[in-house]
């Protein structure tokens, strides 16, 4: 990895002066771990205080120089400097990404945006929502729920994916369910293997939630267009919209609302999002929220 190193070393080399939100910082992988055929889980050490400034929700730039970056959510926050990214390798960036081991270097910038209003949630009833690789941003929630848990009340979590081989952090299912009621479904079953849970749309698994939508919060993450059912959904059994946070995605550059590229009616997904009120993005005529 002769090359590699010295790109890496190129990149952070920097004029003195003042804090750039812009500058990469290095990151090592510690452990790399696959989810399904195209999604892993990669642990990453990062500099002093990285960490411990971002929230759930936020997403960090991650890339390697010549190559590209992409703007990943963290699916972990370790409180011993290192996070996690949970990725599918979809593009140039990503699929780069994939192909990195244990002990290989990339670039990560950020944290950036704004998470999910946890704080708001304190007390309350919390309905999370996840379709596919939409559960990744979720997870440091129900890590923060699992730690804090007396903080909340009744929570629930859907989980869908389009097939049971599609489906992340399996291993983790037993342990949540310790702390908040989990229904999953998928849309077909491609395995054979025992499957305990439902076949079908996740909107279907709102019928199984006993908590009240007009007592609750609900935080939802996934495809635009089930983010779309189901905040419908949720609005005609009385949950307040300004109860309901969706996050959104759009394709980014720098992360910090100077390059445009994810303008939106007004605002900038990177910015003042990705995390957002329903109520603030519902109808806009780019989106199919
Ligand atoms: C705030 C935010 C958080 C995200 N978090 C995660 C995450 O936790 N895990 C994860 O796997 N992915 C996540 N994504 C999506 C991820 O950023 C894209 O898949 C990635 O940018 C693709 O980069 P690439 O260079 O590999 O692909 P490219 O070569 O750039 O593109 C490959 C294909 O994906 C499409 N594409 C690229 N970026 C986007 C985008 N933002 N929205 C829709 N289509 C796109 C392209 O049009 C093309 O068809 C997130 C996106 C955003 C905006």
């Known amino acids: 990895m002769r090359y590699a190193t010295s790109r890496i070393e190129e990149s952070q080399e920097h004029a003195p002066g003042s804090f750039n939100p812009l500058k990469p910082m290095k990151a090592v992988l ?114 923060q729920i699992m730690k804090n848990r007396a903080d909340f009340g009744e929570v629930t979590l859907l989980i869908g994916s389009r097939n049971d081989e599609g489906l992340i952090f399996t291993n983790e299912y037993s342990a949540w369910q310790k702390a908040m009621s989990v229904e999953i479904t998928v849309d077909e079953l491609v395995t054979k293997k025992p499957w305990n849970y439902r076949v079908g749309l996740i909107t279907a698994l709102l019928n199984r939630v006993k908590m009240k939508a ?45 390059c445009g590229h994810c303008q939106h009616v007004g605002f900038f997904v990177c910015r003042d999002g990705p995390v957002f009120p329903y109520k603030q993005v519902e109808g806009l005529f780019d989106g199919l929220l």
């Open 214 to 258: 007009e007592n609750a919060v609900a935080f939802i993450c996934g495809p635009e267009l089930m983010m779309r059912f189901i905040c419908r959904a949720l609005l005609l059994k009385g949950a307040a919209a300004g109860s309901l946070s969706v996050s959104l995605e759009r394709r980014m550059r720098c992360g910090i609302a100077q």
């Open 30 to 143: 510690t452990d790399v771990r696959d989810e399904n055929s195209d999604v892993k889980t990669y642990r990453l050490k990062v500099g002093d205080g990285f960490s411990r400034s971002a929230a759930a929700g936020q997403f960090n730039m991650l890339g390697y120089p010549g190559i590209g970056e992409a703007p990943i959510s963290f699916s972990g926050i370790g409180e011993d400097g290192e996070i996690e990214h949970t990725i599918r390798a979809v593009g140039m960036a990503t699929r780069f990404i994939e192909r990195m081991r244990k002990g290989s270097e990339m670039l990560i910038r950020g944290p950036y945006g704004r998470g999910w209003p946890l704080g708001a949630a304190k007390g309350k009833d919390l309905l999370l929502v996840a379709g596919g690789v939409g559960l990744a941003p979720i997870r440091p929630v129900i890590r």
